[in-house]
């Protein structure tokens, strides 16, 4: 199985804030690569996929880069909205696996 | 829209057999992949396996021995079953629709969730 781990598991930030979240496979997976957020006692929620695209609808204060093994979420400036649980997803290969989440907390 | 829904019974018995059911409303459950994942409480999230729109099945190799993914065409429904359940299987468990772009595929859609407790 194709590991993938997040980093920081949670971090404290204030609106405005510029936020960037890790993740990182245990082997390369080239962009098969997503993002998603969730909020608490409601579902995952696609931001991003194939690494750096932008689901419609997202706002575009997210991005996500990186290929191979490293990837990052980037929020350029953060929004009370985005207070949530964002996890990688890798679909290189199955069983898919996700990154055990990045909570972002008001600082 | 595509919406799904998933359903089912919220307290399962150790050893018993957990089912549930994802009702897939606004377009046709043959036109996707259909996935199973959960969450236990607290935890990150785990992909149990998906049935696609040719009836083909892929479990995790984790929760294969235990894990039936089917789907009803004639009730638009995808149910889930897994055997043999342990305390350790208590999550919230989701349905979710696989779309595919260029070859790389993400789960787009997604239903609310249920809550299933393994507990005497």
């Known amino acids: 199985d194709i590991q993938m781990t997040q980093s920081p598991s949670s971090l404290s930030a204030s609106v405005g804030d510029r936020v960037t979240i890790t993740c990182r496979a245990s082997q390369s997976i080239s962009s098969y690569l997503n993002w998603y957020q969730q909020k608490p006692g409601k579902a995952p929620k696609l931001l991003i996929y194939?690494?750096?695209s932008l689901q419609s609808g997202v706002p575009s204060r997210f991005s996500g880069s990186g290929s191979g093994t490293d990837f990052t979420l980037t929020i350029s400036s953060l929004q009370p909205e985005d207070f949530a649980t964002y996890s990688c997803h890798q679909s290189y290969s199955t069983p898919w696996t996700f990154g055990q989440g990045t909570k972002v907390e008001i600082k | 829209q595509v919406q799904l829904q998933e359903s089912g019974p919220g307290l399962v018995k150790p050893s018993e057999t957990l089912s549930l059911i994802c009702t897939v409303s606004?377009?046709?459950?043959?036109?996707?992949?259909w996935n199973w994942i959960r969450q236990p409480p607290g935890k990150g999230l785990e992909w149990i396996g998906y049935i696609s729109n040719s009836g083909s099945t892929n479990y995790n190799p984790s929760l294969k021995s235990r894990v039936t993914i089917s789907v009803d065409t004639s009730k638009n429904q995808c149910s889930l079953k897994l055997s043999s359940v342990t305390a350790a299987d208590t999550a919230v468990f989701y349905c979710?629709?696989?779309?595919?772009?260029?070859?790389?595929?993400?789960?787009?859609?997604w239903g609310q969730g249920t809550l299933v407790t393994v507990s005497s």
């Open positions: 606004g377009g046709s459950i043959s036109s996707y992949y």
């Open positions: 194939a690494a750096s």
């Open positions: 979710a629709s696989r779309y595919c772009t260029n070859g790389v595929c993400y789960f787009n859609k």
